[in-house]
């Protein structure tokens, strides 16, 4: 009885312990779990906090802390506030007064600067408004008639906001359109998804542009027009604005050629002096264009009244970025044709912000020149603050001014006033930024490569801030060679070779590049004589000297398919080295046999009998040669014409031999 309790409280603990194992093991997989799904799926995460007295909200950002980017300026967060009511404010902590009463979904957009993770996403939140107690004054906001600005740069995989505000400048009720054209074709992938429109005053979403009706005439009411001599013809005593436009077809079909997608909205009833938002959402796609000195740009098209073709253009360009940095260097040469560069201007903007808790009042930025570019051309387009270009005396108003090195242009930014994000009372952030925007030609001689521009941002005499690198790089191109020549086989009997081809290669490189080529040959020779002697012994006894020679010759139509890589020297000298493939297209061989049997023991002896055969024989496709090719070319080493020759040495005998050309590379 003893033992047998014994043994059952043995086989107790043996099942207790077991059972703990395997809860213990459930609860670390489990838990393990759970750890990744956190970190898999761990993001951070801003909360809406508001004050509601009537119609006035208070609203206060509940925003994570912000993990700071080693070497670079103080981190900090740049806020976007949608009200709900087609309002919208860039304050950190905004008061709104809403118009009328309802319930209103409240957005927030946070972005963090200088930081290593993602924004942090917050939920919408409802505000509801159930009383009146706040006067509404609808402020006029805008300078222009229509804008198009965003909350912030693009990350693949991000959401960013255009906003989109147009502003009925007629002195009547109108009914319009409005354009958002996105995803440049020139990018293989689209760049953004549109997600979601907001509208707040019953814009309509048009499907098709069979809506669409052009009226082919214009309202020239209040307006100055262009003329072609550039001369400014008055219609009246306004100035146009330099947006508006008034050929709408010729717009409209020159942004389908330039875009992939757009969106259509259709207006109605606009107030004399009303303003309106439109807020597109917009997720970057996986697949966006990565470079980071890269410009992509949304376009935006106003139709103020549909009776006239007037209509004004807004193309909002934007750079590719990695994290939410404000200093920054951009080009619109990301990929360029080499072939049609020579003309081209390129673009340039650099971006900063004052990040201090004062104002600035001078901002020098030292930007990299590439030497391919030609620095007497570069000329400033625009900048911000706005200011005049310095004269070469010295002034004490606000000015830009430009100065040289040898590899860099100067851009100083003197007497101006700047607020720092840090300072006291400033509420838009926008504020603390500013640009400068310029355009540069090439030189006369420049080679195909890429080029990486930097700069250096000095704010009084604080520390530099160095921006990213603004890379420019050409496309591939294309260089179709045609290329004819004679083959010399010095170990081969009677040879006579002569080819035409083409060859297939980068348009104009630089240094190294690949290069193939296909070549049709026409190769007729000899073999070598064979003679065979021998002592023929007939059965009766009767024995005689008889000689067997054989001739072969040999009509080929040859492909020669080379493979090489080849360096450019200078504009003038070409080495290059690689393999060569060899088969016969078409081979005719000739073969011819004399016998000759003789009546003595020697060739001395007279001939008694002689004998003559001739066979002739095709194939296709046979004899296939490898070979390593090594050559030098001397001319016009990039593109043009050129003379080369080329040593071929084959794996098999007799078929070593030289290549003397002429090429002309297109």
Not at 584 to 597: A, F, N, P, V
Not at 622 to 634: K, S, V
Request: hydrophobic residues 30%; neutral net charge.
């Amino acid at each position: 009885m003893t033992l047998f309790v014994y043994l059952k409280s043995i086989n107790l603990v043996s099942m207790d312990k077991r059972f703990l194992f395997i809860c213990f093991s459930f609860l670390c997989i489990y838990g393990y779990s759970q750890q990744l799904l956190v970190n898999d799926t761990l993001v951070r995460t801003a909360t809406i906090k508001s004050t509601t007295n009537g119609n006035e909200t208070t609203f206060t950002p509940q925003i994570p802390a912000l993990n700071q980017i080693a070497g670079a300026p103080k981190a900090f967060y740049t806020y976007y506030w949608e009200f709900g009511d087609g309002h919208y404010s860039t304050e950190e902590k905004p008061k709104h007064v809403y118009k009328n009463k309802g319930e209103y979904d409240v957005k927030l957009w946070a972005t963090n600067n200088y930081d290593t993770g993602k924004p942090p996403t917050t939920r919408p939140k409802k505000i509801a408004v159930n009383s009146i107690t706040t006067n509404y004054q609808d402020l006029a906001t805008m300078d222009e008639g229509f804008t198009l600005k965003r909350n912030r740069e693009p990350i693949p995989e991000e959401e960013i906001v255009a906003i989109m505000s147009y502003k009925n400048n007629k002195d009547y009720r109108t009914n319009g359109k409005i354009y958002l054209f996105y995803n440049e074709l020139k990018y293989k992938a689209n760049n953004f998804e549109l997600l979601e429109t907001r509208t707040h005053h019953n814009e309509k979403n048009i499907l098709t542009d069979g809506a669409i009706a052009y009226t082919n005439s214009i309202d020239d009411e209040g307006t100055y027009l262009a003329s072609l001599n550039n001369d400014l013809i008055k219609s009246n005593i306004v100035l146009q604005d330099s947006t508006e436009k008034i050929n709408l077809p010729l717009t409209i079909s020159e942004s389908k050629a330039y875009y992939k997608d757009w969106s259509l909205l259709e207006f109605d009833n606009m107030q004399p002096d009303e303003e309106r938002h439109i807020f597109f959402s917009l997720k970057t796609t996986p697949e966006m264009v990565k470079d980071t000195s890269a410009i992509i740009s949304v376009r935006g098209i106003y139709i103020p009244d549909n009776n006239y073709d007037n209509h004004k253009v807004k193309d909002m360009e934007m750079e590719i970025v990695t994290s939410h940095d404000p200093n920054k260097m951009s080009s619109n040469g990301t990929f360029m044709n080499y072939r049609l560069v020579r003309f081209k201007t390129l673009k340039y903007k650099i971006k900063f912000q004052n990040n201090g808790e004062g104002p600035a009042r001078t901002i020098r930025l030292e930007t990299d020149i590439p030497e391919m570019l030609d620095k007497s051309t570069l000329e400033v387009m625009d900048m911000y603050p706005k200011c005049d270009i310095c004269p070469k005396r010295e002034v004490l108003y606000s000015c830009l001014d430009t100065t040289f090195t040898d590899a860099q242009a100067i851009f100083t930014f003197k007497n101006i006033y700047l607020p720092g994000s840090e300072q006291k009372n400033v509420k838009e952030y926008d504020s603390t930024k500013g640009f400068v925007k310029y355009k540069i030609k090439f030189a006369k001689d420049f080679h195909k490569k890429k080029t990486k521009s930097k700069t250096a941002i000095i704010f009084d005499k604080n520390d530099p801030i160095i921006t990213n690198y603004a890379t420019t790089r050409f496309l591939p191109g294309i260089s179709i060679g045609v290329k004819s020549g004679y083959n010399s086989f010095s170990d081969l009997k009677n040879s006579e070779s002569y080819f035409l081809g083409v060859t297939l290669s980068p348009y104009k490189s630089y240094r190294w590049y690949w290069q193939v080529e296909l070549m049709n040959n026409f190769h007729n020779y000899d073999s070598n004589t064979d003679i065979r002697e021998e002592f023929i012994q007939e059965a009766q006894g009767f024995r005689f000297f008889q000689r067997t020679t054989t001739n072969t010759s040999y009509k080929n139509i040859d492909w020669d398919v080379p493979v090489l890589i080849r360096y450019n020297v200078n504009n003038y000298i070409g080495l290059g080295a690689g393999l060569q493939n060899t088969i016969s297209l078409s081979e005719k061989r000739e073969q011819r046999t004399l016998i000759e049997q003789f009546e003595g023991d020697t060739p001395d002896a007279p001939v008694f009998n002689t004998e003559e055969n001739t066979i002739n024989e095709t194939n296709s496709f046979t004899n296939l040669r490898t070979g390593l090719l090594f050559e030098a070319t001397a001319g016009f080493a990039r593109i043009g014409p050129s003379l080369g020759a080329r040593y071929i040495m084959n794996f098999e005998d007799d078929f070593n031999y030289w290549q003397f050309y002429a090429i002309w590379k297109f």
